[in-house]
């Protein structure tokens, strides 16, 4: 009895904790998801524009669970959803979606934007303003970074950590949480990837503490963290001690001839018993005041901002991409004030999908492999097909000249 009361009141504790957080957006792409997204037409005139197919993707842990893919290569692709108005004044701001890049994507984004003010959501394009821009950003070997960008007083701020993103071609869950103290923390698949303050971390406010370029170190300040003992004495006979003596194991070559080479002597070999140069021994200087360093002082030309954190009023959530290779399935969209009920839903989706998604990637592999060997051995065959075609042509050409050496066609040779 005393178990299952227990149990209740945990279960009634998580139950009260999420009915007190905050859903100002979720999107698991279900039915009627279309009727809250609308589909932009910028770059459409030029041909430029992408299009989003509703699937779960070619390999996924459950077919039934669809996002939005990027379709048609080397596009820019633009979408969003209008959302009830909201503020991060005071709370906290979570955002996290899902995205799987399914194909190997060369040059792309796969980030997700947070919109404020009035949007004409059927223009919405590169060139829209934003409060937040979030997700990974892909092109060749090189770049695989991270996008934290922050918009304050109508200008964007990247952060200035060189943040990495994954780049396999599985679902990945990214989430960035902003506290009101300015504290932020990223995660990837519920694994903390990094945190800071947006204080040190963005360049929005000039920095809190610069260095006193006039401080100069005391003449007094002793960086000397060892010294010379002063109690150390030499020992008695120290320099009397040879650095080399004769070798005693040599002797004297029984051809030696005095008249010749003079007298023998041996030859010198290092002394074991030289110590070299006397020196006194270290001892830790009692005196020692540590490397000087540069003092910090306050930055006169900094000018706090309790608000920094405060993002525009939130009214659309949008997806603003360009890819060269279409593929990537964009999913399980959540903006809240609550990290816990975040995770919580990460761990949902994972503890039902994520072995199967990678057994299914898996075997999808397989049948990629096992078709692309299929294709090279045809490619093998035709190749040494129109090999003997060649070489059959050329040996009847041949043939021909040798029995009509007067035939007034032009034969040319072909490899």
Same mark, same amino acid.
């Given at each position: 009895?005393?178990?299952k009361?227990?149990?209740?009141?945990?279960?009634?504790?998580?139950?009260?904790?999420?009915?007190?957080?905050e859903?100002?957006?979720?999107?698991?792409?279900?039915?009627?998801?279309?009727?809250?997204?609308?589909?932009?037409?910028?770059?459409?005139?030029?041909?430029?524009?992408?299009?989003?197919k509703?699937?779960?993707?070619?390999?996924?842990?459950?077919?039934?669970?669809?996002g939005?893919q990027?379709?048609n290569?080397?596009?820019?692709?633009?979408?969003?959803?209008?959302?009830?108005?909201?503020?991060?004044?005071n709370?906290?701001?979570?955002?996290?979606?899902?995205?799987?890049?399914?194909?190997?994507?060369?040059?792309?984004?796969?980030?997700?934007?947070?919109?404020s003010?009035?949007?004409?959501q059927?223009?919405?394009?590169?060139?829209?303003?934003?409060s937040?821009?979030?997700?990974?950003?892909?092109?060749?070997?090189?770049?695989?970074?991270?996008?934290?960008?922050?918009?304050?007083?109508?200008?964007?701020?990247p952060?200035?950590?060189?943040?990495?993103?994954?780049?396999d071609?599985?679902t990945?869950?990214?989430?960035f949480?902003?506290?009101?103290?300015?504290s932020?923390?990223?995660?990837?698949?519920?694994r903390?990837?990094?945190?800071?303050?947006?204080?040190?971390?963005?360049?929005?406010?000039p =920095?809190?503490? $610069?260095?006193?370029?006039? #401080? !100069?170190? %005391?003449? *007094? +300040? @002793?960086?000397?963290?060892?010294?010379?003992?002063?109690n150390?004495?030499?020992?008695?006979?120290?320099?009397s001690? =040879?650095?080399? $003596?004769?070798?005693?194991? #040599? !002797?004297? %070559?029984? *051809? +030696? @001839?005095?008249e010749?080479?003079?007298?023998?002597?041996?030859?010198?070999?290092?002394?074991?018993?030289?110590?070299?140069?006397?020196?006194?021994?270290?001892?830790?200087?009692?005196?020692?005041?540590?490397?000087?360093?540069?003092?910090?002082?306050?930055n006169?030309?900094?000018?706090?901002?309790?608000?920094?954190?405060?993002?525009?009023?939130?009214?659309?959530?949008?997806?603003e991409?360009?890819q060269?290779?279409?593929?990537?399935?964009?999913?399980?969209i959540?903006?809240?004030?609550?990290?816990?009920?975040?995770k919580?839903?990460v761990?949902?989706?994972?503890?039902?999908?994520r072995?199967?998604?990678?057994?299914?990637?898996e075997?999808?592999?397989?049948?990629?492999?096992?078709?692309e060997?299929?294709e090279?051995?045809?490619?093998?065959?035709?190749?040494?097909?129109?090999?003997?075609?060649r070489?059959?042509?050329?040996a009847?050409?041949?043939?021909?000249?040798?029995?009509y050496?007067?035939?007034?066609?032009?034969?040319?040779?072909?490899?």
């Open positions: 009895m005393r178990v009361l227990q149990l209740l009141l945990v279960l009634t504790s998580v139950f009260l904790h999420f009915a007190s957080s859903i100002f957006f979720e999107e698991r792409f279900e039915d009627g998801w279309k009727s809250r997204w609308v589909l932009s037409d910028w770059k459409r005139a030029e041909g430029k524009a992408g299009t989003f509703h699937t779960a993707g070619k390999w996924s842990g459950d077919p039934d669970d669809k939005i990027t379709y290569d080397a596009k820019h692709y633009g979408i969003s959803a209008k959302i009830p108005e909201f503020s991060n004044k709370r906290t701001l979570v955002v996290q979606y899902s995205i799987k890049f399914e194909q190997d994507i060369e040059c792309g984004g796969g980030y997700i934007k947070l919109l003010s009035y949007v004409n059927k223009k919405f394009g590169g060139d829209t303003p934003y937040l821009m979030f997700g990974p950003d892909i092109c060749g070997s090189q770049t695989k970074k991270l996008h934290v960008i922050l918009s304050y007083q109508g200008q964007n701020y952060i200035k950590k060189d943040l990495q993103c994954e780049t071609k599985l990945h869950f990214y989430t949480i902003l506290r009101p103290d300015a932020y923390s990223i995660l990837v698949d519920n903390e990837r990094d945190s800071g303050s947006m204080y040190t971390d963005w360049d929005m406010l =920095p809190r503490k $610069i260095k006193d370029v006039n #401080a !100069k170190k %005391p003449a *007094d +300040w @002793d960086d000397r963290e060892y010294i010379d003992d002063p150390d004495v030499k020992p008695e006979g120290y320099d001690i =040879p650095a080399e $003596i004769p070798n005693p194991k #040599a !002797k004297e %070559p029984d *051809d +030696w @001839d005095e010749d080479g003079g007298i023998w002597r041996p030859p010198k070999i290092p002394n074991p018993a030289y110590k070299g140069k006397w020196k006194r021994k270290k001892i830790k200087n009692p005196n020692y005041n540590g490397r000087w360093k540069t003092p910090w002082i306050d006169p030309e900094f000018e706090d901002d309790p608000d920094l954190y405060v993002l525009k009023p939130i009214k659309y959530v949008a997806i991409v360009w060269v290779k279409a593929g990537s399935v964009f999913d399980n959540l903006i809240c004030d609550d990290p816990q009920y975040a919580q839903v761990e949902d989706i994972f503890s039902s999908n072995e199967a998604e990678k057994e299914a990637f075997e999808a592999e397989k049948v990629r492999k096992a078709r060997e299929e090279a051995a045809r490619a093998r065959e035709e190749g040494e097909r129109r090999k003997r075609e070489d059959h042509e050329y009847e050409r041949r043939r021909r000249r040798r029995h050496p007067h035939d007034l066609d032009d034969y040319h040779d072909e490899l």
